[in-house]
């Protein structure tokens, strides 16, 4: 292509995506003047008369750095007078190579202005090998050819013989790390991979990069560290590349909360304009965002235990106080677990208590984001005294009954039931006679013996007044759960302490035991792998005690398991799928939302959870000891600019192979602007590595793939995807909303299906070779069968192959056995040789028989064609014989053939 038609034909792009990005600009990068107004008056405050903005401190040359600063104060209306001085700069400071050539046709694309003339000399630039060399004809880089990308997206142009070279060549520097440098004995570089990512990113789909990209953003992902990726200006450049290429801007909270704490008191970042601007430009995406910012507010949760027999202590009341604000309180559960939550970051002391307990004081320090488990908060009864706790129900229905329990003789020592019956009743040491009563209930009486220190269960059962006399005999029931999970725990013993009565716990952890006669005993509670249990138990005659759950501790442990629920925070709604990582160590929720992870060693560790089409989640987790802790994750849907991915709906759960696999996908603008979008879809393997990119089209638009959504309007689309031959298993399809110039991801859902295992070939032919022969001819001929296999897994075909003379008699018969992997178009195989005599004459027939292995949809067999062996006998006459030189006369030809089949 000529100059003038190159540069015809890059105008028409141009016009059409500087619409394009005039639209995005205006919502979504007008935040970086909003974001950081000292970070940008600082920039102007260094502008020269020159109209050069630049500093002392800058990495890189003026013309570099005002051009950086030129892209990050465009949105910036009320300096309109120093941005066009800055822009005239940048355009009068550039030579006639590269980076100054492209600087100038971004400069003026970012007034809206074209330039032909610097397009063509440009071009001239560009090598043999695609990529571009700072000057004509000197030799390619990675660094030229992105300088020279970057200034042909800008000016619009969309060439693909001018784009396709210079993007192979890029693709093909890449290192086995995913990085690019600047030269073969150079590292791999942070910066030119950065530079790589964003430039690239709007190709992605089109020329097929998202492996390119994918191994570039794993090596930047590799590269950072707790600092990011090294100074400011690497930092701010690793953002902008990573920023636009995920819809999951919580991946990078970290990375965009430094470097916005890196910004000094007089607004600029290390002094520098190059690395304020780019700073600037990075924190302007981020502030695009619409998500809601991670939470900030800490969680503090534990159980409390009772010291001295090892059990939870429920309905105690749990207190924090902050230094900055007021008291958290709450009640332990019937398994003695407590949660507080919405701390704020400080200081906390935080008091225990419960009736018959001493109150336990601790201090705790919580940090933003920290969800720190205490783990067993163990409390001392106090000394002197005893603790008599149960339930009073009625004998009849089991209710719980609003009564009083009172010591005998005391007269102040009493307590009420709560509405479930539950009490708790300190008492002195020694014995002890109790006495329950409720209105239109019989009184109940018992007596005790209790030490210092003791837990007596006393859990009677009370009858209507005017009831019969009852059966002396007691009745236990009660079930027993794990501490820390809830689970149920079978086979455990319960035995009465010093006699034969024991039994058993059934699979939901219940028990049942029939004691001979009522008073006080010493009941134990055993099982394998946690701490035992022994407890004082007071009964009355005639009763059916309901001891209700009982939560065994296991032993202590020397690691973690982490377990919980990964929802949707909007709708509430399991996420399956999404990745929880503890530390090293990671799960992925099953299709209910639940994940576990076993083996934690850590006592503090980083807890990570993300999914597809949702904003990754950060937090600390701090433990006092090594058990069961349970963690509930609730995602936030991804969504930038308004714009949300509402639904990805497979039309079935299941595809074969070489069929259309169709999803329906919901799109809807929230915000407050009109987005220009774009919809990509990406089938994706969940066990290996297949991946298929493409565009959505819009119904009815052709390849034009665009399409402008409205505040508050909503779109579906279908998606399909040709399922081809793709192994068995299970797919994802990753639906991404992208801007309309394709450099941004504004938000993304999934949707998956299963795609079955399959055997089918569409077709399949045999015939001989060769085809045609002879009567009378010895010869070897060759079976070959061609085939189009629809499968998706290696086919084994096994069949009989028999070839039959013109008589019906089997002149060869085998047995083939045909390997088949699964590939598409036609695949050709020889099934078997064989040599005969053909001395008949006719069709010789050839027949499959037994096919197994697949279902062969088009079976197509030729035979062998023998024709008959007839002998030839020609005889032929001139009329007249001879003729005289210059006479005229008329020739007869006569010719005769005669023939006949030789005899058979």
């Known amino acids: 292509m000529d100059a003038q038609s190159w540069n015809r034909h890059g105008m028409c792009r141009w016009l059409f995506f500087f619409a394009i990005a005039a639209c995005i600009a205006s919502p979504f990068f007008t935040t970086v003047a909003k974001a ?12 020269g008369h020159d109209g050069r903005i630049a500093a002392p401190a800058d990495e890189t040359t003026a013309p570099h750095a005002s051009l950086e600063a030129l892209r990050a104060l465009r949105p910036v209306t009320d300096q309109a007078d120093a941005w066009v001085q800055l822009r005239q700069f940048v355009e009068q400071a550039s030579g006639a190579g590269i980076p100054d050539v492209p600087r100038r046709l971004i400069a003026l694309s970012l007034a809206g202005e074209s330039d032909p003339e610097g397009l063509a000399k440009l071009r001239r630039h560009q090598n043999p090998d695609g990529g571009f060399g700072a000057e004509p004809g000197q030799q390619s880089s990675v660094l030229d050819t992105l300088d020279a990308l970057d200034a042909l997206a800008a000016a619009g142009v969309n060439d693909f013989d001018v784009l396709q070279p210079a993007i192979a060549f890029v693709a093909a520097r890449q290192r086995t790390d995913g990085g690019f440098a600047a030269a073969a004995e150079s590292p791999s570089s942070v910066y030119l991979t950065a530079r790589t990512v964003a430039g690239l990113q709007r190709y992605r789909i089109e020329y097929g990069l ?24 690497q930092n701010a450049q690793a953002l902008l590349a990573l920023l636009p290429s995920t819809a999951d801007t919580g991946r990078h909270a970290v990375a965009v909360d430094a470097l916005r704490a890196a910004q000094g008191d007089d607004g600029s970042w290390d002094g520098s304009v190059y690395a304020t601007a780019l700073a600037l430009r990075a924190l302007g995406l981020a502030a695009a965002e619409d998500s809601s910012s991670s939470p900030s507010s800490a969680t503090l949760l534990g159980q409390v235990i009772d010291s001295r027999h090892g059990v939870v202590v429920s309905g105690g009341t749990v207190t924090a106080h902050g230094s900055g604000a007021g008291d958290w309180m709450t009640t332990t559960g019937p398994d003695g677990r407590f949660v507080l939550q919405d701390l704020e970051p400080g200081p906390y002391t935080l008091a225990f208590s419960a009736t018959g307990f001493q109150t336990l004081m601790r201090n705790v320090e919580l940090e933003a984001d920290q969800r720190s488990d205490l783990g067993a908060v163990v409390l001392d009864m106090e000394p002197e005294n005893a603790l008599v706790t149960g339930r009073v129900a009625d004998a009849v229905t089991g209710a719980g009954i609003a009564a009083t329990v009172a010591l005998q003789g005391s007269g102040i020592v009493t307590a009420s039931t709560g509405m479930d019956g539950h009490f708790a009743l300190p008492v002195p040491a020694g014995a002890v006679e109790l006495s329950v009563t409720a209105t239109d209930y019989e009184p109940v009486h018992a007596a005790a013996w209790v030490e210092p220190g003791d837990r007596l269960l006393f859990s009677p059962v009370m009858s209507r007044s005017g009831s019969t006399e009852t059966e002396p005999s007691v009745i236990l029931n009660g079930r027993l759960l794990d501490a820390e999970t809830g689970f149920a725990i079978p086979g455990a013993v319960v035995r009465v302490v010093g006699t034969d009565v024991m039994t058993l716990s059934g699979v939901d952890g219940s028990f ?3 004691l001979a006669a009522a008073g006080q005993i010493r009941v134990e509670l055993l099982h394998s792998g946690y701490q035992p249990i022994t407890f004082t138990l007071l009964t009355t005659a005639g009763t059916d005690v309901d001891l209700g759950h009982w939560y065994l501790l296991p032993d202590p442990r020397s690691s973690t398991t982490l377990l919980g629920l990964v929802t949707d925070r909007e709708s509430g709604a399991p996420v399956p799928g999404a990745r929880v990582s503890a530390g090293p160590r990671v799960a992925y929720a099953d299709p209910d939302g639940h994940f576990r992870i076993d083996g934690i060693e850590d006592l503090a560790f980083e807890v990570v959870a993300d999914a597809i089409g949702y904003r990754t ?3 600390s987790l ?11 994750v609730s995602l936030e849907p991804t969504g930038i600019g308004g714009i949300r991915v509402v639904e990805v709906v497979e039309h079935q759960d299941q595809y074969g192979a070489f069929e259309e696999a169709r999803f329906t996908v919901g ?21 290996n590595d297949f991946r298929e990119d493409f565009v959505v089209p819009v119904p009815g638009g052709g390849r034009d793939a665009t399409f402008v959504l409205a505040p508050g309007e909503q779109v579906l689309r279908t998606v399909s995807w040709f399922t081809g031959n793709v192994p068995p298993g299970l797919y994802r399809m990753v639906v991404q909303v992208w801007t309309g110039d394709r450099v941004t991801v504004l938000s993304e859902g999934v949707g998956a299906v299963a795609i079955a295992e399959t055997a089918r070939i569409g077709a399949f032919a045999v015939q001989p070779e ?5 009567r009378g001819v010895s ?19 096994d069949f009989d192959v028999i070839v039959r003379s013109p008589s019906g008699q089997p002149i060869h018969q085998q047995r083939v056995q045909l390997e088949a992997e699964p590939l598409p178009g036609l695949q050709e195989f020889s099934l078997t040789r064989f040599s005969h005599d053909f001395d008949l004459a006719g069709a010789y027939p050839i027949e499959i028989l037994g096919l197994t292995g697949a279902t062969v949809e088009a079976l197509d067999v030729r035979g062998i064609d023998v024709a008959p062996n007839i002998r030839v006998q020609g005889t032929h006459g001139l009329d007249p014989g001879q003729i005289l030189p210059r006479e005229d006369a008329g020739i007869t030809v006569r010719l005769r053939i005669e023939g006949m089949e030789d005899a058979q």
């Open 36 to 47: 950081n107004e000292s970070g940008v008056t600082w920039l102007f405050e260094q502008q």
């Open 210 to 233: 998202s492996g390119v990209l994918q191994a570039a953003v794993d090596f930047l992902a590799a590269r950072e560290s707790d600092r990011g990726w090294g100074q400011t200006w």
């Open 512 to 514: 049942r035991l029939t």
């Open 617 to 619: 989640l950060t937090g």
């Open 622 to 632: 701090v433990l006092q000891q090594h058990g069961w802790t349970r963690l509930d």
């Open 667 to 687: 799109v809807e603008n929230r915000g407050e602007h009109e987005m220009p979008l774009v919809l990509v879809a990406s089938a994706q393997g969940v066990a």
């Open 770 to 774: 060769p085809r045609e022969l002879v």
């Open 779 to 797: 010869t070897e001929v060759e079976l070959v069968a061609t085939m189009n296999n629809a499968s998706n897994v290696q086919t084994i075909l």
